[in-house]
């Protein structure tokens, strides 16, 4: 009972505003991952060499290509790059064109990620630049938020599912021989297969990973911000302890004489904050 207790009251604590920054914050740190790393790999493993010895070699698809790697059984590696351009291609689409219309989405995603961040941070958590931004975009915050986070999971999305493509484009390139059946990453876009004792894997690497955990934090993201209540909703809260009198004459809100000197700490002791004079009772938090 105790620890359940003592979870309440952090679930408690924990607010829709400050979960929604840092889930944010993750889906840009993954994101910026994602573009600064290799986004495909294929391995062999057990490869027959020259000198009769076996040794292996991986491949990485970059921003500038495909970069090699070949090391034998004394340890020693070799590497090389294959720029895009030395992969000649029967038809479209080009590996070079998916990877990099990946990418460039990918990019966009991080541009409009750093906006919701933003609007997170200085139009709902820093409240004095709150009051300024709700004011500015008449208490529409959250649906510019939640309109530029959307925006932000549309290109994310758009990033890792074109890039599925990528083997139907290698198939279409020099990269791979046609007919061979050693070529599986030019017929799938994940596999493992062992054949003479020669292992080979192949699939989706570090960067695209990286895409994919990105809109998981970014889905996140745009459920807390939509289940934070519009700052209007804030405003007809009731501050407890506090009478008012109706003065049908002007249509406002004014507190009895009685309790006038117990508003500062009333609305303190709620959460608020002024935005007017304590007699027209304009409050928020």
């Not at 990946?102 to 609007?119: A, E, N, R």
């Amino acid at each position: 009972k105790k620890m359940g207790g003592m979870l309440r009251q952090l679930l408690s604590a924990v607010s829709r505003q400050s979960v929604a920054f840092v889930m944010s914050f993750l889906c840009e740190v993954a994101l910026i991952i994602s573009v600064s790393t290799p986004w495909y790999l294929i391995t062999v493993d057990n490869l027959p060499l020259s000198d009769a010895t076996t040794g292996s070699w991986y491949t990485i698809f970059i921003w500038t290509g495909a970069k090699y790697y070949a090391e034998n059984k004394h340890g020693e590696t070799r590497s090389f790059l294959l720029s895009w351009g030395d992969m000649s291609s029967n038809g479209d689409p080009t590996p070079k064109s998916v990877y990099l219309t990946s990418q460039i989405v990918t990019l966009l995603s991080i541009v409009c990620g750093l906006f919701s961040l933003l609007f997170i941070l200085f139009g709902i958590i820093v409240k004095p630049t709150a009051l300024k931004f709700h004011r500015y975009f008449q208490d529409q915050v959250k649906f510019v938020i939640l309109g530029i986070q959307s925006l932000t999971l549309v290109f994310i999305l758009l990033g890792w599912t074109l890039f599925l493509r990528f083997p139907r484009a290698l198939k279409r390139s020099s990269f791979c021989n046609e007919g061979s059946s050693t070529f599986y990453w030019c017929v799938n876009f994940s596999g493992d297969e062992t054949h003479n004792y020669v292992h080979v894997s192949w699939g989706p690497y570090a960067g695209w990973v990286c895409s994919c955990l990105s809109m998981g934090f970014g889905i996140v993201v745009a459920i807390c911000v939509a289940l934070l209540p519009r700052e209007r909703d804030k405003i007809e809260k009731p501050i407890k302890g506090i009478e008012f009198e109706w003065d049908s004459g002007t249509e406002s809100l004014e507190p009895t004489t009685e309790v006038a000197q117990e508003i500062p700490r009333k609305f303190v002791e709620s959460g608020y904050q002024v935005l007017d004079s304590p007699r027209n009772m304009r409050y928020s938090y």
